[in-house]
């Protein structure tokens, strides 16, 4: 934790809050569109909130206008309770409003015990732990020399529950993807479960729901949900270590060896080589991610040497700090984190 990451000016806090809006346009993630069973119930009773709570309020504007016309120009000329039919008014009026509170308690109480627990046997066990600002994913289940560790962007099958294990590194983050579940907390020290389902194919968006520092708005994530068979492919994939560059490619091969000899490895995790850092997100097979910098910018061979040269101005107050190579050390550091695919 930094202590600039606590206090970001207000207008930081407000360009990113402007951000994340833009960025809700662009892509709307609404929990009112659900892809999912729980999040379809969640939906459901989303939908008679806001209807009820809407005939609520017309109908108390409407009384309000009603009466203010009966009853003279101002407050004072008004008297509280007038007849014994106003005193009806008001008890019917308190029944109701008990009545409907009641019932969204219950609902809500139902609504809140359907989506708590799974039904069925998970397809996946993965443990989420928040970072400022970005998301670690490790599959758990598979022995330790094929345990997949991934950032920002999980994979996960359709049509059956996923369960989570959700834990923060640092300060208390909020997991969220608004299609396929609610929020659960990420708090540091404590182990919370969770999980998510997701009944179509589809590539879905979340987004940290917890102010947690200066880049709170831009700790993105996405979750691929995919058939079986696709899941099993992408998995297997992710559990072997890194491949070695070809030695065809030079640049490749030199590149692997500046980021072996350099402060890459003591940040991140290369599984496979002499790289064991785990400051920053393991880059085993970097190359099959489609963002950097959880949803900062673009997995492109440009965009991966601006954000290893300067990090920090695409992401201020990211602790990738920034990197003094030559170009060539540079381009060839590139080349290699492309063939980690
Ligand atoms: Cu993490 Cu907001």
Not at 208 to 214: K, P, R, T, V, Y
Not at 316 to 319: E, K, Q, T, V, W
């Given at each position: 934790m930094t202590r600039r990451s606590l206090h970001p000016s207000w207008r930081e806090a407000a360009m990113g809050g402007a951000s994340v809006a833009l960025a809700g346009c662009a892509?709307?993630?609404?929990?009112?569109?659900?892809?999912?069973a729980p999040q379809h119930t969640l939906a459901t009773l989303g939908w008679w909130l806001i209807i009820v709570g809407s005939a609520v309020i017309v109908i108390v504007l409407a009384i309000e206008l009603v009466t203010l016309r009966h009853r003279g120009r101002t407050v004072a000329d008004t008297?509280?309770?007038?007849?014994p039919g106003s005193t009806r008014g008001i008890v019917v009026g308190l029944a109701i409003t008990a009545v409907v509170t009641l019932a969204f308690f219950i609902y809500s109480a139902v609504v809140l015990g359907a989506t708590e627990r799974p039904r069925g046997r998970p397809g996946a066990k993965i443990e989420i732990i928040g970072h400022q600002w970005w998301w670690e994913a490790r599959y758990l289940g598979g022995t330790p020399d094929q345990a997949v560790a991934t950032a920002n962007e999980l994979h996960i099958p359709i049509g059956v529950p996923v369960a989570l294990q959700v834990t923060s590194a640092d300060v208390i983050h909020s997991f969220w993807i608004p299609q396929l579940q609610g929020k659960i907390d990420v708090i540091p020290g404590i182990r919370n479960t969770f999980w998510i389902r997701a009944d179509t194919a589809g590539t879905f968006h979340g987004q940290?729901?917890?102010?947690?520092?200066?880049q709170h708005a831009h700790m993105m994530l996405t979750v691929t949900a995919e058939d079986a068979r696709s899941f099993q492919r992408w998995l297997a994939a992710q559990s072997a270590p890194a491949a070695a560059a070809?030695?065809?490619d030079t640049a490749a091969a030199a590149g692997g060896r500046a980021f072996m000899s350099s402060a890459c490895a003591l940040c991140h995790t290369v599984r496979g080589t002499g790289a064991h850092g785990?400051?920053?997100?393991?880059?085993?097979?970097?190359?099959?991610?489609?963002?950097?910098g959880a949803g900062a910018v673009r997995n492109t061979p440009g965009a991966l040497n601006a954000w290893i040269t300067d990090a920090p101005s695409l992401k201020?107050?990211?602790?990738m700090p920034r990197i003094d190579l030559t170009p060539a050390t540079m381009h060839a550091i590139v080349a290699y984190l492309q063939t980690l695919r």
């Open positions: 892509t709307a993630p609404s929990v009112l569109r659900p892809e999912s008297p509280l309770v007038a007849s940290c729901a917890e102010f947690c520092g200066l070809p030695p065809s785990i400051l920053g997100p393991d880059l085993t097979h970097v190359a099959s991610r489609h963002m950097l201020p107050g990211a602790d």
